[in-house]
């Protein structure tokens, strides 16, 4: 029954010219998206890779020079490409691509794609995602949304009623009927990602478009579903229409601005001029504002001559300015470790507040998932930063300890570090976290986008009688 | 029956419907949520600008003592080599430097458009301009990524859907009610009717999206002194206008063909998609492929190799810029050249390298900005996008102005200080008083005029041509029932 059901709806819309049309239109926008996106990922992802070899072989190549020169020389961290960042940029064009690793400050990421972008290309901007999060859907409510209720109009649905059909069955029958139609403009779209994401990416993107191929399939069920119900409860096609897309425009216009906006006001973010203030001002006087660099260095020292048994920092068995400088750099890096780490907790607060926006909105938990799958959110972004912050970390301390442990007394700046000590670091290289971790850091989304389907179909399964009339 | 009549006839019926108070209140409540968010963003940037320029007039006033008192002689207090205000090097690299300023426009609080991701303020240097003129304000990605809520973008995206959905079914609904043969066998011109029908309908839109931007004004405390804020508003409600009125004339030529109620709002809806978002995603999509953005992850790695190959041959360098400023040589006594000139002469050298890259970074920039500004043409709503920023002071041209105006400023920048350092002179009080200040100069509304006109001009001509087109459809559709 089913079956007939389904093949009846199917044929029906793909014969209808309406379909095709919008078959063509939206399916062509995605190839479009698709295609665009990818050609731009690929120049990017080789000049990132090849800037990014180019700065670490500057680095290795430095002519012999004070181990502290060589900090402050430093080298710069590019954010790497992820597989599937051409179908979803996520927050990449919004996060800064780029941060100086150097000693003594813990540098924000710069050069934000956006900034070099106009506001006709940022407004009309498509990646694939957004055709899926936001065209597809109202591809489904056009296609759907008289499934019932012009059943009803014409009147058929009161002889489909004397048949004896089940309204769940019809229901059904609907859903698979019109989403097999959908499934002939998606496969192929998502065979042309696959074959994108193969040929640069190989297993693990083919495993994460995986996952992403589930999301969006959950959300366009969820939409098909939703679409259905309200079919099955309007008088008339245009009511359903009316309804439809007004939840369309708020799931996807409205609401995830809406959210975004509101959550800002959760937890305010500092200025840049009040943050750095704040960052110098701990440096200078310590997080607790009370142990100026004066005190601490003059403390240093003096524990230092105790436990040593000597009266000058030159009879040390170490070079007192490399073992000074390495407190020092640790002496910051608590201080970033503090203000970074509050700007992160408020960022993390806005974020939850934001996915609190998915009990009105599923869209904003898909989106979220969209991008963390994808591997350019927030999180994935800070993974990089801290991967970064650490190799400026171990840099900064080999580049000290040599001083420390090779400079003669008091001769601290006139030492020269030569290339066994610029390899010795080793390059910097960033494993970026596997689709697993991923799902399981997205939990709460992945359980709103549950919570949405499972509430939905109960209210489907609740619905038993269906009006004919 | 006058037309007057005939919209109070139609209002009266309007009145009744739910569906216009839903469509009323939403509009209304997302209208004056976008005038406060705008507003609040606003407030955020005028708030750090304040902070800046207090700042800068307490470094200002500070430094201008102490080099009072060194000037003079005073020797009790020690200075370093590196916060020594009477060292042009110095000074000039930033210490105590004024802020370079782009203020919120007037109308400000209306459009956000590129500013929360373009920078608005700079400290001034003599360092090269693309190590330092970037946006590094602090806010949420995730936030940015949702775009902005701005009264900009409800009237570029709902205001006209608020006018189809008022609309779609002003002539269909009639006739499925089967009250159309009835209101034309009134004694009246059958199109007076219907386009007084329709005309009801949009006015109110209309008059929505207008009150919407007067309350938005008032609320978010706009100052209204000047004449000029007076033109801006007036052209921006003339964009609402022109917006309007093309979005009915789509509605009129839809009603006027003779469909169901359904199909008609599917046709508008598809409508809305091709000119709010696929004619936009398109121009998008090629401006990308043909104009992508300039690399500036390959621009830092090149400046580096440039500065490591000036380093590596300093000897050269520090030739070649003696040979360019013969007065140095003069004024040297022997001895080691001066650590500020020699970082001078690696800079000169690292940006004669770099020059023609810069160059080639801003042309491909411009280039980009050019081509989207004439895909502007291809769908009315970039058009009025293009103009509601405008207007606002949030559009391209006022940033690239604001472009221009910094790169003047930073050439007098270092050329003040440059030339100190190289005539070997310490700052004076006179000098200190004589450093070159930044301020943003708006555009004039005439330029701003010749922008914004061919695009309206376009659309209003769009308009009038779906009104005609509707106009004869009614006319069949009267004649027809």
């Not at chain 1, 910097?428 to 359980?447: N, T």
Request: charged share 15%; net charge positive; hydrophobic share 50%.
């Amino acid at each position: 029954m089913i079956a007939t059901i389904a093949a009846k709806e199917f044929r029906e819309l793909v014969r209808d010219g309406r379909f095709r049309w919008a078959a063509v239109v939206v399916g062509s926008l995605l190839i479009v998206a698709a295609l665009a996106g990818w050609t731009a990922w690929r120049t990017q992802a080789q000049t990132r890779d090849a800037a990014q070899s180019t700065m670490q072989a500057m680095w290795f190549n430095q002519p012999a020079k004070n181990p502290h020169s060589a900090a402050h020389y430093g080298l710069w961290a590019f954010k790497p490409q992820m597989p599937l960042g051409f179908i979803d940029r996520g927050v990449d064009p919004y996060t800064g691509t780029a941060s100086w690793l150097e000693a003594h400050r813990q540098n924000e990421f710069r050069f934000r794609p956006a900034m070099d972008a106009t506001a006709a290309q940022r407004f009309g901007e498509w990646t694939t995602a957004g055709v899926l999060q936001l065209l597809v859907p109202l591809l489904i409510i056009l296609l759907a949304h008289g499934a019932f209720a012009g059943e009803r109009e014409r009147g058929t649905l009161r002889q489909l009623a004397s048949l004896g059909v089940p309204a769940r069955t019809l229901l059904i029958g609907k859903a698979v009927g019109i989403g097999g139609a959908m499934g002939l403009l998606l496969v192929p779209v998502a065979a042309v990602g696959a074959a994108l994401v193969m040929r640069d990416s190989g297993a693990d993107g083919l495993f994460r478009l995986f996952a992403l191929g589930g999301v969006y399939f959950a959300y366009f069920t969820l939409f098909l579903v939703l679409t259905l119900f309200v079919s099955a409860r309007a008088a008339s096609a245009r009511g359903a229409l009316i309804v439809l897309l007004s939840l369309w425009a708020w799931n996807g216009l409205v609401a995830p601005r809406l959210a975004a906006d509101m959550a800002r006001g959760v937890a305010p973010t500092p200025t840049a001029r009040a943050f750095s203030a704040d960052v110098q001002r701990s440096l200078a006087n310590g997080v607790d504002g009370h142990s100026p660099a004066s005190t601490r260095n003059r403390l240093l020292q003096d524990s230092l001559l105790a436990a040593h048994g000597v009266s000058h920092v030159d009879s040390l068995p170490f070079n007192y300015s490399g073992y000074s400088m390495q407190r020092g750099e640790e002496h910051a890096n608590g201080v970033f470790d503090h203000h970074f780490g509050e700007l992160w907790a408020q960022y993390a607060a806005q974020d939850r507040a934001q996915l609190a926006g998915a009990v009105v909105a599923p869209l904003v938990a898909v989106r979220q998932l969209s991008m963390a799958i994808a591997g350019t959110d927030f999180a994935q972004h800070r993974a990089f930063a801290d991967a970064a912050e650490s190799y400026r970390r171990l840099l900064n301390k080999a580049m000290n300890d040599a001083i420390a442990d090779h400079a003669a007394p008091g001769q601290g700046f006139s030492y020269l570090g030569d290339s066994t000590l610029w390899a010795g670091v080793g390059p910097f290289e960033y494993e970026a976290p596997g689709l697993g971790r991923v799902l399981v850091a997205q939990a709460p989304s992945l359980l709103f986008v549950t919570a949405w389907l499972f509430a939905l179909v109960v209210t489907v399964r609740r619905e038993r009688r269906l009006s004919v009339l | 029956m006058s037309f007057l009549t005939m919209l109070r006839f139609e209002w009266r019926v309007l009145r009744r419907e739910r569906l216009l108070w839903v469509a009323v209140v939403f509009f209304g409540a997302l209208g004056l949520y976008a005038a406060s968010s705008g507003a609040r963003f606003t407030a955020q940037q005028r708030l750090t600008i304040a902070e800046l320029e207090q700042a800068h007039a307490q470094r200002r006033d500070s430094l201008g003592q102490l080099l009072g008192r060194l000037h003079a002689g005073d020797t009790s207090r020690r200075v370093s080599a590196f916060a020594d205000p009477r060292s042009p090097a110095v000074v000039g690299r930033g210490l105590g430097a004024p802020y370079t300023i782009l203020p919120p426009a007037a109308l400000a609080p209306l459009a956000i458009g590129q500013r929360d991701v373009q920078p608005f303020w700079a400290q001034a240097s003599t360092r090269t301009k693309q190590t330092f003129f970037v946006n590094d304000e602090i806010e949420n990605p995730a936030v940015l990524v949702s775009g902005r809520l701005d009264l900009a973008f409800v009237i570029l995206v709902v205001y006209p859907l608020i006018i189809l959905a008022l609309t779609f079914d002003a002539v269909a609904g009639e006739r499925e009610r089967g009250t159309l043969a009835i209101v034309l066998a009134q004694p009246v011109d059958p199109r007076r009717v219907l386009g007084a029908k329709l005309a009801a309908r949009a006015l109110l839109a209309l008059a929505l999206a207008l009150g919407l931007t007067f309350v938005a004004v008032l609320l978010t405390g706009v100052s209204l002194g000047d004449p000029d804020t007076w033109l801006r508003l007036a052209l921006w409600c003339a964009v609402i206008v022109v917006y309007g009125a093309f979005w009915f004339g789509i509605s009129m030529a839809v009603n006027a063909a003779r469909m169901s109620a359904a199909a008609s709002a599917v046709s508008l809806l598809a409508a809305w998609l091709g000119v709010v978002v696929v004619l936009p995603a398109v121009a998008a999509a090629v401006v990308t492929v043909t104009h992508p953005s300039p690399s500036r992850i390959a621009l830092t790695t090149r400046l580096r190799e440039a500065t490591d190959a000036a380093s590596a041959k300093r000897e050269d360098a520090m030739a070649s810029f003696l040979l360019d400023h013969p007065a140095y040589i003069a004024d040297a006594s022997g001895g080691a050249p001066d650590p500020n000139v020699v970082s001078m002469a690696l800079q000169d050298a690292a940006e004669r390298v770099m020059a023609p890259e810069y160059a080639a970074f801003d042309a491909a920039l411009d280039a980009q900005r050019d081509a989207a500004a004439s895909f502007r043409f291809l769908s009315p709503a970039l058009v009025t996008q293009a103009a509601l920023l405008d207007l606002a002071g949030a559009g391209e041209a006022r940033f690239r102005a604001y472009e221009r105006q910094f790169d003047t400023y930073h050439a007098e920048w270092r050329d003040f200080f440059f030339s100190r350092t190289l005539s070997r002179r310490s700052l004076s009080p006179t000098d200190w008083d004589a450093i070159p200040m930044f301020r943003f100069a708006e555009e004039s509304a005439s330029a701003l005029w010749r922008r914004l006109a061919p695009g309206l001009g376009m659309t209003l001509l769009l308009a009038m041509a779906l009104a005609a087109l509707g106009r004869r459809g009614l006319t069949a559709a009267a004649q027809a029932r």
